[in-house]
């Protein structure tokens, strides 16, 4: 009802801009790109950066089975990027900024050494995230800007986490959360 899921707007957006801006035709190399969507909604950012949690296990879970799926076809497998979607849950629930820096320091930083582990790759995965709203929350219901204000120290601090657009601009669904 809600539209495509992020994975699939972001896959088909990046395919569509490395073809239209480098001329790059995946076929001709015989390159595929995987993309899976893990996610859950409407979870803080404390259960989703718990390393033995469910939620953290479910995204590992996918790194093995696209490896498995390439290595199927004669293909290697790397895990070069993660899309990092989340924050609305922290901002609702007046969660400190400190509390979810250091939980997203941990998640990023395990998730790192996680899935090099996994896949052999020797480059850093990247992460890519939004900079939570926290203006128009749940009908004008201001909160302080904790959680954006954590992310964005992330971004600083961290090399491998990088910003690609706050969304305070973008017009929402009837909850004021959900993007059209």
């Avoid at 395919?15 to 995946?26: A, K, P, R, S, V």
């Avoid at 899309?83 to 930083?109: C, P, R």
Wanted: hydrophobic share 35%; charged share 15%.
């Amino acid at each position: 009802v809600r539209g495509e899921t992020p994975s699939v707007g972001t896959g088909e957006k990046l395919m569509q801009l490395i073809d239209e801006e480098d001329n790059f035709d995946f076929d001709t190399y015989g390159w595929k790109m995987l993309f899976s969507n893990p996610g859950m909604g409407g979870t803080g950012i404390g259960p989703l950066s718990d390393k033995n949690g469910i939620y953290y296990q479910r995204l590992l879970a996918d790194v093995p089975a696209g490896k498995y799926l390439a290595n199927a076809q004669g293909k290697s497998y790397g895990c070069h990027a993660v899309s990092w979607i989340e924050g609305e849950n922290d901002v609702y629930n007046n969660a400190t900024g400190e509390a979810y820096y250091n939980n997203m320091v941990n998640l990023f930083t395990n998730l790192n050494n996680d899935i090099k582990s996994i896949t052999g790759q020797i480059e850093d995965v990247n992460f890519f995230l939004y900079q939570t709203d926290c203006a128009h929350f749940y009908v004008n219901q201001y909160r302080y800007p904790h959680i954006p204000l954590a992310q964005t120290r992330i971004c600083k601090n961290l090399t491998n986490v990088h910003f690609v657009t706050p969304i305070f601009m973008f017009p929402k669904l009837g909850d004021h959360i959900h993007l059209t």
